[in-house]
């Protein structure tokens, strides 16, 4: 079993750095807040880090799904409209024995196409430390794609179905997020 622990948005802006996270324990989470507290920044955050902003009509690496405060400016304190100068999403997953992977990818200041991933210990520290591309052919590539070493550290099998051409593909994890969107 996987559990998502984090969802963070960090950057920095002209007068400083911001960051905002959400932990979350094993089970069933539910959020609750007023408008513009960052639940669909976190959801955002989590179809971001996993190449997932297709689900949102996008094109891939397309931050356009982000609200303008961790793209263009935001408030801080007493400064209204403060320019970002960069930001990333963050999110942590681990499995039920204790073992975790962090994926960084950013969103302003650096390549949105590359995505830091980070193994982790059940202590929480890095292990090994990976960059993939966050859209390119990320099952095909056994080495370098990003779903397919996901699916090896989930534990999912890499199933094969029919597509509406009537040809195979394996399934992606486009395929299956939206069953859980």
Known sequence: MISISQIEIRGESE??????GI???PGLQVLSAHNGYGKSLAVTGIAWCLGLEKMFGLQGNDISCFPLAVREGLNLGDAANVPVRSSEAI???RR??????RMTRPIV???PEVLVVEELAIDGSTER????HAQLVTMKDEVGGFQN?????VGLPREQAMTGLGTVSEIYLENLAPLFY
Do not use: A
């Open 15 to 20: 007068i400083g750095p911001f960051w905002g």
């Open 23 to 25: 932990t979350l324990g």
């Open 91 to 93: 999110l942590t997953i």
């Open 96 to 101: 039920s024995d204790g073992l975790g992977i």
């Open 109 to 111: 200041g650096s390549n």
């Open 129 to 132: 430390t990976s960059m993939f």
């Open 149 to 153: 070493v996901l699916f090896k550290w």
